[in-house]
């Protein structure tokens, strides 16, 4: 370099401390001033300035998680500062040194530098490696040893007023006390932080605060808040290209808190590729952690088991002796849930132990609740007894996958005892609290995943009275947790505006993809920006706060029985894999084992195959004896699986059938004994109760006929028949909008429309408009769904179901919303034979029939002209309260 141009020995050491400051604010920049100040500082023998800029480029590459690189630089900014008796410099250097190394895995480097830094440090530096060392000893799980570290320091930099480091200390200590359960201390600190930084300019720190404020949120079961916050965090990240990695780790907590599983799994997968490939030690261990927990939840325990494993050989090579007892426990849940012997009372108790002096309670407390019931099965009931106190202690306070926890503990806890009134109270008392935290939850997807919460205590409730082989008891304990959220109606997010906006775009995105797939032109870019746009929809939704309010109450078999009349009512529920039946006619109910669902399943599966098979066009003209004959014999073994048991009590009448898992997507028309026979397919006994009593309404009927529809205006010619003065909207006047508009109040829809049913987020099923598809979402801003809605469109029937028989896609919001009946399909239907059903079903139900006598009698006409009218009819049920 040119000496005339070099800059002066004092700017060049500004560069270097600038470069220092920017670090963490904005790391490339702090890269460019710290490397110009290295070749400065060594061209005029200024090793100050070389050890402070080469600790800017180390803690720049620590800010873009290049581990080693970090570790390159402040390693020589170390020796540089040894070497030239520098000691203020060396304390810094290896104070940033130390937590490098913790970030790498090794914190008995990290501790050791500290002690060295700390020699002669004085007054504000002294405070900054106080803290420092406290950050360390948290991350090591010396909790105590690192708050009194905090509160030592603390004053200490208010007095100098060093704003920066006193923001910094307190987000540390945020995250430290929402980890202890102090939630209220832990907001205090965060909210303080996030408000320093925002007054110093900071916006790379403050978002990282404003993370660290949805992990807090997270970790006191606040879901729609810490999505949020992690949101606003990373919108900010994003905007500077900083890696998120670790980031992803607290988000899959919070969607696995969520029961979000297969999201959090991929999220999990996709942080720990990216943590080993950054060799970030530590928050590897971690992520391993959370991957496991994933697996655990989607039943895969080999992959738990060995995820946790290898998080907690890491967790012990790195002293970290807390996580290594969460990496216990979670191997521990793996074995017990995949029955393995190393599950047993002895392991249970000491990973509790180990667990509560780490202050993991929530952990603590499950891990006793896995050893009583291992000794439960054991025999064992005095062990059983003293595990089960312990875990039940927790019912009054904390998270609330805390206190249903200590209510199961409670429950099995009477259960052991003999006292099943009282396992069935705390039962109850458990579900309640779990109704309320669902009734808090705004979007659909996080109530209907909440439910899980729920799963093991309301399978104990079904099974203690299974065990009094008392039909009205099973019914009550069945209804008391089957299909709760369609008591909540679907609350939009505070962005209204904005989920609009995407939801617009997303329409525009999907037609465009369409096009272009067909015309032969590439898609791959299309389809990103689509899963970008689910994506951001997906983050607007489980934003929106929940209402509260109280749950429904649910029917009693009296008040049943009453609406009832001469109808029947079969209920259905699983337990450990049988199937059992509360039937409901003539005043009484009655207990029937139905026995292996896994039977039952396997047939559907044969049938539904065999009815896609005559759906498909074309099929009159081939040989169909093959699948008329599997449909024949799948609907026969189903109909002796299912209603031979209940024939008796059924006694023909019309019947409404409340399914369970599978049995949602069975063509219920189809069995020999049903076929012809009105029949109502409904969530819940209790929801059936409240649409089949729910007044009428005047609105008007209106007639969609959505693109590329075989004669889908000449099927909307035929039913303007039955409905002269309706609303009528085909051709490029189907919009989303204006359908939207139609179905809001009206009092009978029917919409001649394409669906498509999303298994893979239900959420995004949609039917085809004009301009795009209308989604589940755009179906929730709805302010009242049509009175009674048929959607002729394949498959628009269909909801993905989650434990607590929670169902997600079109049906369940629209009957959430306040449709009272819904004629729809759940299995691909070919559309002519199809135009020819709807116009029997009209015509019956224009006539006064009700519409599920309307359309056993639209099945019953059509059912014999051929193949695919037989799929045609087989594959509309009618939904709700008909």
């Known amino acids: 370099m040119d000496n005339a141009l070099a800059l002066p ?15 963490r604010t904005n790391p490339r920049r702090a890269i460019t001033l710290a490397t110009a100040a290295v070749s400065e500082g060594e061209e005029h023998r200024d090793w100050a300035v070389v050890s402070t800029a080469e600790r800017a480029l180390g803690l720049a590459a620590r800010e873009l998680r290049d581990i080693g690189g970090a570790l390159a630089h402040l390693r020589r900014a170390v020796s540089l500062a040894d070497k030239h008796s520098l000691e203020l410099e060396a304390a810094e250097a290896r104070m940033s040194l130390s937590l490098t190394l913790a970030f790498a895995g090794d914190n008995r480097g990290a501790l050791r530098e500290v002690a060295a830094a700390g020699v002669r440090a004085r007054g504000p530096e002294a405070a900054r490696l106080e803290m420092q060392r406290a950050l360390i000893l948290q991350r090591l799980g010396r909790h105590d040893d690192a708050l009194e570290g905090y509160r030592r320091a603390l004053p200490v930099l208010r007095r100098a007023g060093d704003t920066v480091w006193e923001a910094r200390l307190l987000n540390n200590r945020g995250v430290l006390r929402a980890f202890l359960g102090d939630w209220r201390a832990s907001e205090a600190d965060l909210t303080r932080a996030e408000h320093l930084y925002a007054e110093l300019g900071l916006g790379l720190t403050r978002a990282r605060v404003q993370h660290n404020l949805g992990f807090a949120a997270g ?38 808190s969520a029961r979000l599983i297969r999201e959090a799994r991929r999220t999990a997968e996709q942080a720990v590729a990216e943590l080993e490939r950054r060799q970030l030690a530590s928050d590897l261990a971690e992520a391993r952690l959370v991957l496991a927990e994933a697996a655990l939840l989607e039943h895969d325990f080999a992959v738990a088991r060995d995820e946790a494993e290898r998080a907690r050989r890491a967790f012990v090579r790195q002293q970290r002796a807390p996580w290594a007892a969460l990496a216990r426990y979670a191997a521990l849940r793996a074995a017990w849930r995949g029955g393995d012997e190393s599950a047993t009372v002895s392991a249970a108790r000491r990973t509790a132990t180990a667990l509560g002096a780490a202050g993991w309670t929530t952990a603590a407390l499950e891990a006793r609740l896995i050893g009583g019931q291992i000794a439960l099965r054991d025999g064992r009931i005095r062990v059983a007894r003293r595990e089960l106190e312990h875990a039940a202690a927790a019912r009054s306070r904390g998270p609330v996958a805390l206190r249903v926890a200590a209510w199961h503990a409670q429950a099995l806890l009477r259960r052991a005892e003999g006292d099943r009134r009282g396992a069935g109270a705390a039962v109850n008392a458990g579900l309640r609290l779990l109704e309320q935290h669902r009734a808090s939850l705004g979007a659909t997807e996080l109530r209907a995943y909440a439910s899980e919460h729920g799963l093991e205590l309301a399978t104990l409730g079904v099974r203690l009275a299974l065990e009094q082989r008392d039909a009205r008891r099973v019914f009550a304990a069945a209804e008391r947790w089957r299909a709760g959220t369609l008591w909540l109606r679907p609350v939009r997010p505070p962005d209204d505006r904005k989920l609009a906006d995407d939801l ?31 994506a951001s929809i997906r983050r607007s939704s489980r934003r929106s706060p929940g209402l509260g309010g109280h749950v429904m109450p649910r029917v009693s078999v009296a008040a049943l029985s009453e609406t009832l009349g001469e109808r029947a009512l079969a209920e259905f529920v699983v337990i450990e894999g049988t199937l059992h039946a509360v039937v409901v006619a003539r005043g009484r109910a009655t207990l029937h084992d139905l026995g292996p669902v896994e039977r039952v399943s396997a047939e559907i599966d044969w049938l539904r195959f065999g009815l896609q098979r005559l759906s498909v066009d074309g099929a009159a003209a081939r040989d169909v004896t093959r699948p008329l004959a599997g449909v024949s014999r799948a609907a026969a073994k189903l109909d002796a699986f299912l209603v031979d048991p209940l024939r008796t009590h059924l006694a023909g009448r019309p019947l409404v059938i409340v399914p369970t898992a599978a049995l949602h997507s069975l063509p219920w028309s189809v069995l020999p004994s049903l076929h012809g026979r009105p029949l109502t397919i409904a969530p819940s006994a209790s929801a059936w109760h409240a649409r089949a009593t729910a007044p009428g309404t005047d609105g008007d009927v209106v007639l969609v006929a959505g693109p590329e529809v075989a004669r889908a205006g000449a099927e909307l010619d035929k039913l303007q028949q039955f409905y002269p003065s309706a609303r009528r909207l085909d051709g490029v006047d189907a919009t989303a909008a204006a359908v939207l508009s139609a179905l809001d109040g009206a009092r009978l829809a029917h919409v001649a429309a394409h669906g498509v049913f999303r298994a893979d987020n239900p959420l995004f099923s949609s039917l085809r408009c004009s301009d795009g598809p209308v989604t589940v979402y755009d179906l929730e801003a709805l302010d009242r769904a ?11 029937g269909l909801s993905g179901v989650r434990p607590g028989d929670e169902l997600m896609g079109l049906a369940s919001v629209l009957l959430a919303l306040g449709t009272n009946v819904l004629v729809a399909s759940i299995v691909p239907v070919p559309d002519e034979a199809t135009r020819r059903l709807m116009c029997v079903f009209h015509e019956r139900l224009a006539g006064g029939d009700p519409p599920a006598a309307a359309l056993a009698a639209a099945q019953v006409r059509v059912a014999g002209d051929g193949p695919a009218d037989l799929a045609a009819a087989a594959g509309f049920l009618c939904l709700g309260g008909g």
């Open 504 to 534: 617009a775009e997303l329409r525009r995105v999907s037609a465009e993809v369409e096009r272009t797939a067909l015309s032969g032109g590439a898609t791959a870019t299309l389809l990103h920006r689509q899963a970008a746009l689910e």
């Open 219 to 256: 970790r006191r079961g606040d879901v729609p808040a810490a999505l949020e916050w992690f949101d606003r965090a990373d919108e900010h990240l994003r905007s500077e290209n900083i890696p998120r990695a670790a980031r992803l780790t607290d988000r899959c907590e919070v969607l696995l």
């Open 9 to 23: 020995p004092s700017a060049t050491r500004r560069e270097a401390d600038d470069a220092v400051d920017l670090a």
């Open 786 to 796: 049509p009175s009674t809605l048929v959607l002729s469109a394949c498959e628009s």
